[in-house]
C-alpha cells in the first residue's frame, strides 16, 4: 500500500513540475471502481445472469434442506417407539444427508465463485475501457482508481464514467434487440 501511495505521489510531483515547466495546466481525474462495480447496469445484468444461471442448483438444495428437516422432525417424533438399532441407522442416514447437503452446497459455492471471479473481470474490463474513454474524450492527463484517500469531488469523474457504462448498456440493449 504504502508502495501505490509513493508511486502515486511521485506521479503527480512529475505532472505538477511538468505543468509548471510547460505552463499547461495538468488535469487529473479520480474514479471510485467500488462505486461503478455497484451501480453499473452491466454490474446488474451480470448478477441476474448468476442468479438465473444458478437458480436451479439453489432450488435443489433448499429441496434437499427441506427433505433433512423432514427426515429429523419425523426422527425425534418417533425415536421414543424405535429399537436402538434403528434409532442408529437413522442417526447414519441423517448425518450421510447432512453431508451431502454441505458438499453440493459447497460445490455450488465454489462454481458461483469461479463464475462471479469471470464476470467481474469482465465488467473491470468494460469499466477500464469506459475510463479509457472518458480520458481521451475530455482530455485527462492522469485519471486515478486505486489506493485514493481523499479526493475533491472537482477532479472526480466517477458519475461520467458511470454514464458512459449506462449509455454503453442501452446501446447493447438495443443492438441486441434490432
Do not use: C
Not at 505538477?16 to 462495480?37: F, Y
Not at 425415536?79 to 437413522?90: H, T, Y
Request: aromatic share 4%; no cysteine; net charge positive.
Amino acid at each position: 500500500m504504502q508502495n501505490i501511495l509513493k508511486v502515486v505521489l511521485s506521479v503527480m510531483v512529475i505532472a505538477l513540475a511538468s505543468n509548471v515547466q510547460a505552463e499547461t495546466p495538468v488535469k487529473l481525474g479520480v474514479v471510485n471502481v467500488a462505486l461503478l462495480l455497484e451501480k453499473a447496469p452491466q454490474a446488474r445484468m451480470a448478477d441476474a445472469i448468476l442468479k438465473k444461471e444458478f437458480a436451479p442448483q439453489q432450488a435443489e438444495l433448499k429441496g434437499l434442506a427441506s427433505k433433512l428437516e423432514k427426515q429429523q422432525a419425523k426422527y425425534q417424533k418417533n425415536k421414543s417407539v424405535m429399537s436402538d438399532g434403528q434409532k442408529l441407522m437413522k442417526e447414519r442416514e441423517l448425518t450421510m444427508l447432512t453431508r451431502d447437503i454441505q458438499r453440493r452446497r459447497n460445490d455450488v459455492q465454489e462454481l458461483l465463485n469461479i463464475r462471479r471471479n469471470e464476470e467481474l473481470a469482465q465488467l473491470q474490463n468494460i469499466v477500464n475501457d469506459a475510463i479509457k474513454s472518458i480520458g481521451e474524450k475530455q482530455s485527462f492527463d492522469l485519471i486515478l482508481y486505486e489506493g485514493i484517500a481523499y479526493t475533491n469531488n472537482r477532479v472526480d469523474i466517477t458519475d461520467d464514467v458511470l454514464n458512459h457504462l449506462k449509455t454503453l448498456s442501452k446501446k447493447q440493449r438495443s443492438d441486441f434487440n434490432k
